[in-house]
Structure formats: structure tokens, C-alpha cells
């Protein structure tokens, strides 16, 4: 068949590069446009309904991690896109290659990151094969939009939509390639879309700027929190913050935006220390700045006074007002809005120290973070006290790292005990809740960012879940630090329904020896019971580090994490 693209629609790509004609399938097709388009890196379990798009992708220059299942491959391209800022694929056989990927491109979807799911498909007649499922309708169910290659003729056209939509609408797409039409020939005119213009950034009316203005300068204790839509635009709102007396703080997500900054108060939320929880509540004028301004970032509500001000500013509609009753919403980027709010203040002559006083920069540097919280050491023979490991790790390892956090009981110490350097230190795939997610996350992001030394926070019950993807961190050579917080349970529920009299047999469980079976992936390993045990941990610094560094803690019961009274309220 003859593909025809030399008239290609302006909304197509911003630029084509020509080439001589030739013959290539549909498959390979699709693979050289992806690439030409600008993908970052592709991530996925190889088939015999992706190879030949995945050889494609690989020819033209595009790096490729094999992934030991499919959920590990989905999540190492979220990861990816989120720590490069370039589009990730994960890519799968059709069927139950992808229902395997479901919980990963679910948590990218939920979390709004551009990223292409690349999968194969059956052919619209074979109705009885056993891979057919209803792949659009499930990539849908998860939140993610269901794209498909519909024809020879219109498989750059396809390609080209696809990968639009997930850059410019922040989307997770899952493009389908039926295999009948993957093996179809096409004519490659020589005309290959290449990098599309960047989105066009969406300024917010200037009567809501001058309303944001207004509410700023009648404030007297302004906080702005950003979230995962402001990472793009810390040193505008910093601006803002600082010409008119407002103190910042990010959600979960956005956390590291504002390190380095005085006035940053960290995570606002769950994971807020008891002066920082303290200090928002006493805003009197609270901005979410691409924040959701969720039951986790302000605490069910109890981190908004009952006279506080609340504005919201996102480029979405939808979200304006989505989770809580807001005063001002702003349809608007965030940076724009930032800029546009801080040239009326300008202009009307306005500046404020508000909460900026050397005493609170003070109080901030002391109280602020968790790690100078004192705490009672719940260590035993046995066991060590989760801070206590968070703590000397934090000081033990390097400061430019990339840290990356599963989900459970333990998952507050990482996050709040390990500093990182900026938001790119900081990889958080927390929007589906799912356990088991973290170490292809940290994969993920150490390809992202290979300068960085990435590490880990995990429990036991998420790291055994996942752990055939360590292979694939020892094949890459990851110099990965797997903190492995080990109470050989699912200790959100042991604490959870302790109170209850439940039996908790059904999520307790025999001792397991991580660190062996670590080794036995080639890993280095170590067993913590105590601090003392961390010697080798530093011994693993100190050499070339050629594969990762799995730290089997042992950790002591903390009676139920201080943060997840606040998660199980929304349960």
C-alpha cells in the first residue's frame, strides 16, 4: 500500500525532514515516526506482536530496557517521563501483555504523564483468539486515552495524534497496533515528522490576576503551595512569593521544588512536620499552584483555617475546585500566572515582608523537616528504629541523588527523612496507591537522571511483589540503593486494624532473608538490625558500584506511622 504524507496537516508536526521513498511495513513505520517525534526511551517485555515496532524504535536510535513484566515496563516509563521530561514508552504484546501493564499505565494515567503505551493488538476478525480482549475499552477504564493505528494510510497520521495528545493534553495514550495491519506495506514518502513546537502556554485572564492580586495584598500570612503542575515553574512563583511575603510549600509530588529557598516550609500534608503543618494552618490566604489541594496535601481540610482564603490556580477547569470550595480559581499556567500576578503587585507599588522575617527563616531551618523533630529511639536488639536508619542513611549518602518511594506503612521515612536536591530528586507513583510500584520507579528514574545516584524506599511486601525487576537493575549495571524497610508484613493494615482485636495472620509473614535472595540476583546486600550494620553500606560507596545495593532494615514497630492516621481517613 502507498502511504501518502508528502501534504501532511500543519497540525500533524511542525517540521518534516525529506528522505527518499522506500518500502516498509506498518510496524517499522510506526517505530522511525515515534522516534522522529522524540521519544525518550522505551521500556518493555517483547513479544511476537511488538517486535518488529520495537526493533524499529531500537534501529532508529531510540535506547530500550527489556523489563522482566509488563507492570515493571509501564512503570519505568512513567518514571522516565517524569525525571527526563521526555515522552517514555512502555511497550507490550497484545492481550495479556497489556492487562499485565494495567496497574502501571493506571498510576501514569491518574498522574497525568505523557506517555505512550505501545501494544499490540489482535486483528478485528479474529474474534476468537486468545488474546483478544477489548484493549480500548480497558486502556479507558484506567484513565487513559485509547488511540489506535487504523490503516497503512494513516499510520503516521495515527502516530503523530497519539504522541500530540500526550504532550500537549498531558495524557497517558495507549496506542494500538493490530497485527495484521502492522505487517502491512507501506511507501515511506521521506517525509518524517519531526519534534512538534512545544505547547503553548495558557495565560490566565487579567481580571483573575488582578483578583489573585488583590487577595495578596489584603493577606497578611500568604502561603502558596505548588504541585505536580508547577514543576516547570518554581523560580516564577519564588518571584511572586518573595515581593509579596509569602512563605511556600509543595504537595508530595512537586517536593524539592523550592530547596535552597528560606522560606520553604517542604511537603504540605500527610508528610508535614508538626511546625509545618502548624504554619499552614495559620495561613490566612493559601494558593495551590497546579495543586489539587487533595485530601492529602491539605489533610481532609484541617490545614485550611475556617477564615482562610483559598485560590487555586490550574490549567484545567476541571480541577478547579475539585476537591475543596475554593474562593478564586485561575484557568491559567502557572507560570504565566505567577508573572501576570506579580507585574499588577509591581505596579501598584506593592511589596510585603509578611511571614519573611529573619525569626522565621530561623524557625524554619530548625523545625521544618523531620529529621530535626526529636523522636524516641524504638530500636531493640533485633530491630532498628525506622528514623533512626533514615537518619543516618540521609547523612550517609551522597546529596545528588534521585529518590524514589513505594507505598506503605514505611513510606513517610523516605520521604521525609531523605533530603533531595530539587523536584527532579524526587520520583513519588503514589496516584493508584498501589504497593509493588517502587523499584521499577527507581529503575526508571536512574535512567532518567544517571548522574544522580538512585535509591529506594520500599517495604518488604512491595519490593517481594516486584522483585523480579532487580534482575533487570543488576543486568543494567543501576547503582541503585534498595532500602528495603522490613517488617515482614503489610504493615498499613497490621496498624490499621490492630485496634480492631482483627486477625492479622492474613498480612503477616515468615522472616524473609531479602539480602540472600538479593545476592542471589547478583546484588550486593546487607542485613540492618542496628546502625553499626551500615559499615557496609559505606564499604558499597567507596567501591565502583557496579550493581545495586539492596539494605534488607529490620525495622522496629512504630506503632503505626504518624501520617497514616491521615491516609486511612480517606479509605
Given at each position: 500500500?502507498?502511504?501518502?504524507?508528502?501534504?501532511?496537516?500543519?497540525?500533524?508536526?511542525?517540521?518534516?525532514?525529506?528522505?527518499?521513498?522506500?518500502?516498509?511495513?506498518?510496524?517499522?513505520?510506526?517505530?522511525?515516526?515515534?522516534?522522529?517525534?522524540?521519544?525518550?526511551?522505551?521500556?518493555?517485555?517483547?513479544?511476537?506482536?511488538?517486535?518488529?515496532?520495537?526493533?524499529?524504535?531500537?534501529?532508529?536510535?531510540?535506547?530500550?530496557?527489556?523489563?522482566?513484566?509488563?507492570?515493571?515496563?509501564?512503570?519505568?516509563?512513567?518514571?522516565?517521563?517524569r525525571?527526563?521530561?521526555?515522552?517514555?514508552?512502555?511497550?507490550?504484546?497484545?492481550?495479556?501483555?497489556?492487562?499485565?501493564?494495567?496497574?502501571?499505565?493506571?498510576?501514569?494515567?491518574?498522574?497525568?504523564?505523557?506517555?505512550?503505551?505501545?501494544?499490540?493488538?489482535?486483528?478485528?476478525?479474529?474474534?476468537?483468539?486468545?488474546?483478544?480482549?477489548?484493549?480500548?475499552?480497558l486502556?479507558?477504564?484506567?484513565?487513559?486515552?485509547?488511540?489506535?493505528?487504523?490503516?497503512?494510510e494513516?499510520?503516521?497520521?495515527?502516530?503523530?495524534?497519539?504522541?500530540?495528545?500526550?504532550?500537549n493534553?498531558r495524557?497517558?495514550?495507549?496506542?494500538?497496533?493490530?497485527?495484521?495491519?502492522?505487517?502491512?506495506?507501506?511507501?515511506?514518502?521521506?517525509?518524517?515528522?519531526?519534534?512538534?513546537?512545544?505547547?503553548?502556554?495558557?495565560?490566565?485572564?487579567?481580571?483573575?490576576?488582578?483578583?489573585?492580586?488583590?487577595?495578596?495584598?489584603?493577606?497578611?500570612?500568604?502561603v502558596?503551595?505548588?504541585?505536580?503542575?508547577?514543576?516547570?515553574?518554581?523560580p516564577?512563583?519564588?518571584?511572586?512569593a518573595?515581593?509579596?511575603?509569602?512563605?511556600?510549600?509543595?504537595?508530595?509530588?512537586?517536593h524539592?521544588?523550592?530547596?535552597?529557598n528560606?522560606?520553604?516550609?517542604?511537603?504540605?500534608?500527610?508528610?508535614?512536620?508538626?511546625?509545618?503543618?502548624?504554619?499552614?494552618?495559620?495561613?490566612?490566604?493559601?494558593?495551590g499552584?497546579?495543586?489539587?489541594?487533595?485530601?492529602?496535601?491539605?489533610?481532609?481540610?484541617?490545614?485550611?483555617?475556617?477564615?482562610?482564603?483559598?485560590?487555586?490556580?490550574?490549567?484545567?477547569?476541571?480541577?478547579?475546585?475539585?476537591?475543596?470550595?475554593?474562593?478564586l480559581?485561575i484557568?491559567?499556567?502557572?507560570?504565566?500566572?505567577?508573572?501576570?500576578?506579580?507585574?499588577?503587585?509591581?505596579?501598584?507599588?506593592?511589596?510585603?515582608?509578611?511571614?519573611?522575617?529573619?525569626?522565621?527563616?530561623?524557625?524554619?531551618?530548625?523545625?521544618?523537616?523531620?529529621?530535626?523533630?526529636?523522636?524516641?529511639?524504638?530500636?531493640?536488639?533485633?530491630?532498628?528504629?525506622?528514623?533512626?536508619?533514615?537518619?543516618?542513611?540521609?547523612?550517609?549518602?551522597?546529596?545528588?541523588?534521585?529518590?524514589?518511594?513505594?507505598?506503605?506503612?514505611?513510606?513517610?521515612?523516605?520521604?521525609?527523612?531523605?533530603?533531595?536536591?530539587?523536584?527532579?530528586?524526587?520520583?513519588?507513583t503514589?496516584?493508584?496507591?498501589?504497593?509493588?510500584?517502587?523499584?521499577?520507579?527507581?529503575?526508571?528514574?536512574?535512567?532518567?537522571?544517571?548522574?544522580?545516584?538512585?535509591?529506594?524506599?520500599?517495604?518488604?511486601?512491595?519490593?517481594?511483589?516486584?522483585?523480579?525487576?532487580?534482575?533487570?537493575?543488576?543486568?543494567?549495571?543501576?547503582?541503585?540503593?534498595?532500602?528495603?524497610?522490613n517488617?515482614?508484613?503489610?504493615?498499613?493494615?497490621?496498624?490499621?486494624?490492630?485496634?480492631d482485636?482483627?486477625?492479622?495472620e492474613?498480612?503477616?509473614?515468615?522472616?524473609?532473608?531479602?539480602?540472600?535472595?538479593?545476592?542471589?540476583?547478583?546484588?550486593?546486600?546487607?542485613?540492618?538490625?542496628?546502625?553499626?550494620?551500615?559499615?557496609?553500606?559505606?564499604?558499597?560507596?567507596?567501591?565502583?558500584?557496579r550493581?545495586?545495593?539492596?539494605?534488607?532494615?529490620?525495622?522496629?514497630?512504630?506503632?503505626?506511622?504518624?501520617?497514616?492516621?491521615?491516609?486511612?481517613?480517606?479509605h
Amino acid at each position: 500500500m502507498t502511504l501518502t504524507t508528502s501534504s501532511p496537516k500543519a497540525d500533524e508536526a511542525s517540521t518534516w525532514a525529506d528522505t527518499e521513498p522506500s518500502a516498509v511495513t506498518v510496524a517499522e513505520l510506526v517505530g522511525t515516526t515515534l522516534a522522529s517525534l522524540g521519544v525518550g526511551h522505551v521500556f518493555g517485555v517483547v513479544g511476537s506482536g511488538n517486535f518488529v515496532v520495537t526493533n524499529a524504535l531500537r534501529r532508529a536510535g531510540v535506547p530500550f530496557t527489556a523489563a522482566r513484566h509488563e507492570g515493571g515496563a509501564a512503570t519505568m516509563a512513567d518514571a522516565y517521563g517524569r525525571m527526563s521530561g521526555k515522552v517514555g514508552i512502555a511497550t507490550t504484546h497484545q492481550g495479556c501483555g497489556l492487562t499485565n501493564a494495567v496497574t502501571g499505565i493506571g498510576e501514569a494515567a491518574k498522574s497525568r504523564t505523557p506517555m505512550i503505551v505501545l501494544t499490540a493488538d489482535t486483528p478485528a476478525p479474529a474474534t476468537r483468539s486468545n488474546f483478544n480482549i477489548d484493549q480500548d475499552a480497558l486502556s479507558v477504564s484506567v484513565g487513559a486515552v485509547a488511540e489506535r493505528v487504523h490503516s497503512a494510510e494513516t499510520a503516521v497520521a495515527d502516530t503523530v495524534r497519539a504522541y500530540r495528545t500526550a504532550v500537549n493534553q498531558r495524557r497517558t495514550v495507549v496506542l494500538s497496533l493490530p497485527t495484521d495491519i502492522q505487517s502491512q506495506w507501506a511507501v515511506e514518502e521521506g517525509n518524517q515528522p519531526g519534534p512538534l513546537d512545544p505547547p503553548q502556554h495558557v495565560r490566565p485572564s487579567e481580571a483573575a490576576a488582578s483578583q489573585l492580586a488583590e487577595l495578596i495584598k489584603n493577606a497578611k500570612r500568604p502561603v502558596f503551595v505548588a504541585g505536580r503542575g508547577a514543576r516547570e515553574a518554581g523560580p516564577e512563583i519564588a518571584a511572586l512569593a518573595e515581593t509579596v511575603g509569602a512563605l511556600l510549600a509543595t504537595s508530595a509530588v512537586a517536593h524539592g521544588l523550592f530547596n535552597g529557598n528560606p522560606y520553604n516550609l517542604g511537603i504540605s500534608g500527610g508528610f508535614s512536620s508538626p511546625f509545618t503543618a502548624k504554619t499552614i494552618a495559620e495561613a490566612d490566604l493559601i494558593v495551590g499552584w497546579g495543586c489539587a489541594l487533595n485530601m492529602w496535601t491539605m489533610r481532609h481540610g484541617s490545614l485550611i483555617g475556617d477564615s482562610t482564603t483559598v485560590v487555586q490556580v490550574d490549567l484545567e477547569d476541571s480541577a478547579l475546585g475539585a476537591n475543596r470550595p475554593i474562593d478564586l480559581g485561575i484557568l491559567g499556567d502557572c507560570a504565566e500566572t505567577a508573572v501576570a500576578v506579580l507585574k499588577e503587585v509591581q505596579s501598584a507599588g506593592y511589596s510585603a515582608t509578611g511571614l519573611r522575617t529573619l525569626e522565621m527563616a530561623q524557625r524554619i531551618d530548625e523545625h521544618a523537616r523531620w529529621n530535626s523533630v526529636e523522636t524516641e529511639d524504638l530500636s531493640t536488639d533485633e530491630t532498628i528504629d525506622p528514623r533512626v536508619l533514615s537518619r543516618e542513611l540521609d547523612r550517609m549518602l551522597p546529596a545528588d541523588r534521585i529518590v524514589s518511594v513505594d507505598s506503605g506503612n514505611f513510606m513517610g521515612y523516605p520521604s521525609t527523612y531523605l533530603s533531595v536536591p530539587d523536584e527532579y530528586g524526587f520520583c513519588f507513583t503514589q496516584a493508584f496507591q498501589s504497593i509493588g510500584l517502587g523499584l521499577s520507579t527507581a529503575i526508571g528514574a536512574a535512567i532518567a537522571r544517571p548522574e544522580r545516584l538512585p535509591i529506594l524506599g520500599t517495604g518488604d511486601g512491595g519490593f517481594l511483589m516486584a522483585i523480579s525487576e532487580l534482575e533487570t537493575a543488576v543486568r543494567e549495571s543501576i547503582p541503585l540503593v534498595a532500602i528495603v524497610y522490613n517488617d515482614s508484613a503489610y504493615g498499613a493494615e497490621v496498624h490499621h486494624f490492630d485496634a480492631d482485636d482483627s486477625d492479622l495472620e492474613v498480612v503477616r509473614f515468615p522472616s524473609t532473608d531479602i539480602a540472600s535472595i538479593a545476592s542471589g540476583y547478583g546484588a550486593a546486600a546487607v542485613t540492618v538490625r542496628r546502625p553499626e550494620d551500615l559499615a557496609r553500606v559505606k564499604e558499597w560507596l567507596a567501591s565502583p558500584r557496579r550493581a545495586p545495593l539492596v539494605i534488607d532494615a529490620r525495622i522496629a514497630s512504630d506503632g503505626g506511622a504518624w501520617w497514616l492516621a491521615e491516609a486511612f481517613k480517606g479509605h
